[in-house]
T-cell receptor, first 114, second 112 residues
Framework: KQEVTQIPAALSVPEGENLVLNCSFT??????LQWFRQDPGKGLTSLLL?????REQTSGRLNASLDKSSGRSTLYIAASQPGDSATYLC?????????????FGKGTLLTVNP | EPEVTQTPSHQVTQMGQEVILRCVPI?????FYWYRQILGQKVEFLVS????????KSEIFDDQFSVERPDGSNFTLKIRSTKLEDSAMYFC??????????FGSGTQLSVL
């Protein structure tokens, strides 16, 4: 059974700082890995999807990596801004049903201070 | 970007009542899901649905829960007799094969 853990649970940084959020998973037979952003009381916005055959994905100031052998993924945010403040969720995809299903971590609450 | 739409955004009900949560997935997607998030806890998988049938369900998804795609656009989650512990944010999601999951903005269900 896939278990996903995110460290740290909360992170506070000054504006402009580069930062890394960590995610670890127990089942290396991972199908894909997604990073999401969740604002308070809101839905989940998909940020990046890394397929199992890929090592990293980039979108703007975001870069996500995947290391299946060590069971780890990182989300790198460059030049952080107050608008980046949110909870960031990591989710590992494992084969389920006819496609795949996601197992989520508890998230990292990021606060970027102006 | 296309969106998954969920209604209502908030639902308050009395314990023992039936509720139906509604979702309109992205139009060309074939795989549909319900997840839920109890306050302060992880987002949990409930059920996946493909080709008009359940393809996988979690242990949470007991006989009180059912899903249906009544027409070509809607996807619903029914809870037959709600319990206090069903209070949560319920998320609908859809995707194509092997693509990223798109989530709706959720329905906050409060059972009193």
């Amino acid at each position: 059974k896939q278990e996903v853990t995110q460290i740290p649970a909360a992170l506070s940084v000054p504006e402009g700082e580069n930062l890394v959020l960590n995610c670890s998973f127990t089942d290396s037979a991972i199908y894909n890995l997604q990073w999401f952003r969740q604002d308070p009381g809101k839905g989940l916005t998909s940020l990046l999807l890394i397929q199992s055959s890929q090592r990293e994905q980039t979108s703007g100031r975001l870069n996500a990596s995947l290391d299946k052998s060590s069971g780890r993924s990182t989300l790198y945010i460059a030049a952080s801004q107050p608008g980046d403040s949110a909870t960031y969720l990591c989710a590992g995809g494992t084969p389920g049903g006819s496609n795949y299903k996601l197992t989520f971590g508890k998230g990292t609450l990021l606060t970027v201070n102006p | 970007e296309p969106e998954v739409t969920q209604t209502p955004s908030h639902q308050v009900t009395q314990m023992g009542q039936e509720v139906i949560l509604r979702c309109v997935p992205i139009s060309n997607h074939l795989y549909f899901y319900w997840y839920r998030q109890i306050l302060g806890q992880k987002v949990e998988f409930l059920v996946s649905f493909y080709n008009n049938e359940i393809s996988e369900k979690s242990e949470i998804f007991d006989d009180q829960f059912s899903v249906e795609r009544p027409d070509g656009s809607n996807f619903t989650l029914k809870i037959r007799s709600t319990k206090l512990e069903d209070s949560a944010m319920y998320f609908c999601a859809s995707t194509g094969w092997g693509e990223k999951l798109f989530f709706g903005s959720g329905t906050q269900l409060s059972v009193l």
